[in-house]
T-cell receptor, first 114, second 115 residues
Framework: AQSVTQPDIHITVSEGASLELRCNYSYGATPYLFWYVQSPGQGLQLLLK??????LVQGIKGFEAEFKRSQSSFNLRKPSVHWSDAAEYFC????????????FGQGTELSVKP | NAGVMQNPRHLVRRRGQEARLRCSPMKGHSHVYWYRQLPEEGLKFMVYLQKENIIDESGMPKERFSAEFPKEGPSILRIQQVVRGDSAAYFC?????????????FGPGTRLTVL
């Protein structure tokens, strides 16, 4: 069965520092991988997605993620965090034969120190 | 270009009452997904619908929960005889093609509180 693990429940970084949020997935074939961001009381916004091609994916708001098949990982990175990046981040996996259904990780809450 | 609309945004029900949650997909999207987010947890898939059809309901509780997406009008998630454990945020998402690589666009959610 597909599964997604986000090992870090909560991360705090200083404004201007770099960020890496971890995501590991379990799936037999090549998955479709997504990162979404959720601000308090809001819905989810897509940051980026991967389903083929270049393993380094660029997204919105200066985020990027790298697909590493050998490590079953899809970590999210940002070189310099802004205070407005404080939110909850979700990694999700989908597959071709499941009609678009997404399996989400538990989420990582990001706090940004001034 | 309106996004995914959900209403109500907040819903309070007493135990035993019915809850009806509505979702209007983005214009041109005919695929709707419902997810539930319990406190301190990620989103869990509930059901996937196309117009007039339930495609995948593998995440739906077997009792009290039902969903529909009629030919005209919004998709409805219905919870009968609500219990405290139903308190959660319910999110609807839509996509244009229902394929694995499609981006799903999420609504703002309905936060259900059961007293």
């Amino acid at each position: 069965a597909q599964s997604v693990t986000q090992p870090d429940i909560h991360i705090t970084v200083s404004e201007g520092a770099s960020l890496e949020l971890r995501c590991n997935y379990s799936y037999g074939a090549t998955p479709y991988l997504f990162w979404y961001v959720q601000s308090p009381g809001q819905g989810l916004q897509l940051l980026l997605k991967y389903f083929s091609g270049d393993t380094l994916v660029q997204g919105i708001k200066g985020f990027e993620a790298e697909f590493k098949r050998s490590q079953s990982s899809f970590n999210l990175r940002k070189p310099s965090v802004h205070w407005s990046d404080a939110a909850e981040y979700f990694c999700a996996v989908g597959s071709y034969n499941q009609g678009g259904k997404l399996i989400f990780g538990q989420g990582t809450e990001l706090s940004v120190k001034p | 270009n309106a996004g995914v609309m959900q209403n109500p945004r907040h819903l309070v029900r007493r135990r035993g009452q019915e809850a009806r949650l509505r979702c209007s997909p983005m214009k041109g999207h005919s695929h709707v997904y419902w997810y539930r987010q319990l406190p301190e947890e990620g989103l869990k898939f509930m059901v996937y619908l196309q117009k007039e059809n339930i495609i995948d309901e593998s995440g739906m509780p077997k009792e009290r929960f039902s969903a529909e997406f009629p030919k005209e009008g919004p998709s409805i998630l219905r919870i009968q005889q609500v219990v405290r454990g139903d308190s959660a945020a319910y999110f609807c998402a839509s996509s244009p093609n229902g394929q694995g690589g499609d981006t799903q666009y999420f609504g703002p959610g309905t936060r259900l509180t059961v007293l």
